[in-house]
C-alpha cells in the first residue's frame, strides 16, 4: 500500500533546531511536499521537494532522498509561533497527494 | 486570506439531517479537492474535481457527495448526517490535477448533535 509515516510528536526547546522525519511506500512516488497546521487552522504549504537534495525557506528547510524513501523538515531558531502540526505529503502515481498523519511539534521556553 | 472561500465557518446541526458545504477555489485555480479532519486527527481526502469533472475519489461516504460547477464552485453534501461526522471540513484548490501545492481554505466545523 501507499503510506508516509512521522513521528506523531516532537519536543523542542525555543531557539533550538528539530528535525522531522518522513518515510515513505508509495509507488510511482514524484515529490514530497510539507505542510504546517496551527490548532483550529488549515494547512497551509511550506515546502516541496521534487527532486533529492535540500530545499531552503528562511528558517525551515526539507530535504529528501529519493533512493532511501525518506524526507525531513527542519525547523531552526525555533520560536513559540512554531508550535503546530506538521504534515508530509507525497504525490503517487496517480498525481494525487498522500497525507502522513502528522507530527504535533511542542517548543517550550 | 489563502484565497480560498469556504461557507460557512460553523454549523450546528441534529443527525439525520443534510447540510450542504460551499467552496470558491481561488482565482485562476481549476481542481478542487474536499478534505475531512476529526479532532486531533490527519486530513482524509475525500474528493476531487478538475474543471467541473470528477478526478479522484478517497475515503468518502455514500452518504456524502459533491460537485463543481461551471464557475468553478464546489459544495459538498452531507446528509443522514451522524455524530461522527463531526469534523473540520477543508476545501483546498490547485492551479493542475496533480499538484502538489495546495491551498487551503479556513474550513467548515460541523458539529452534529
Known amino acids: 500500500g501507499q503510506s508516509l509515516e512521522q513521528p506523531s510528536e516532537v519536543t523542542a526547546v525555543e531557539g533550538a533546531i528539530v528535525q522531522i522525519n518522513c518515510t515513505y511506500q508509495?509507488?510511482?512516488?514524484?515529490?514530497l511536499s510539507w505542510y504546517q497546521q496551527h490548532d483550529g487552522g488549515a494547512p497551509t504549504f511550506l515546502s516541496y521537494n521534487a527532486l533529492d537534495g535540500l530545499e531552503e525557506t528562511g528558517r525551515f528547510s526539507s530535504f529528501l532522498s529519493r533512493s532511501d524513501s525518506y524526507g525531513y523538515l527542519l525547523l531552526q531558531e525555533l520560536q513559540m509561533k512554531d508550535s503546530a502540526s506538521y504534515f508530509c505529503?507525497?504525490?503517487?502515481?496517480?498525481?494525487?497527494?498522500?497525507w502522513g498523519a502528522g507530527t504535533k511539534l511542542i517548543i517550550k521556553p | 486570506d489563502s484565497g480560498v472561500t469556504q461557507t460557512p465557518k460553523h454549523l450546528i446541526t441534529a443527525t439525520g439531517q443534510r447540510v450542504t458545504l460551499r467552496c470558491s477555489p481561488r482565482?485562476?485555480?481549476?481542481?478542487v479537492y474536499w478534505y475531512q479532519q476529526s479532532l486531533d486527527q490527519g486530513l482524509q481526502f475525500l474528493i476531487q474535481y478538475y474543471n467541473g469533472e470528477e478526478r479522484a475519489k478517497g475515503n468518502i461516504l455514500e452518504r456524502f457527495s459533491a460537485q463543481q460547477f461551471p464557475d468553478l464552485h464546489s459544495e459538498l453534501n452531507l446528509s443522514s448526517l451522524e455524530l461522527g461526522d463531526s469534523a473540520l471540513y477543508f476545501c483546498?484548490?490547485?492551479?493542475?490535477?496533480?499538484?502538489?501545492?495546495?491551498?487551503f481554505g479556513a474550513g467548515s466545523r460541523l458539529t452534529v448533535l
Open positions: 483546498a484548490s490547485s492551479v493542475q490535477s496533480g499538484a502538489n501545492v495546495l491551498t
Open positions: 482565482s485562476g485555480d481549476l481542481s
Open positions: 508509495t509507488s510511482g512516488f514524484y515529490g
Open positions: 505529503a507525497g504525490g503517487d502515481s496517480n498525481y494525487q497527494l498522500i
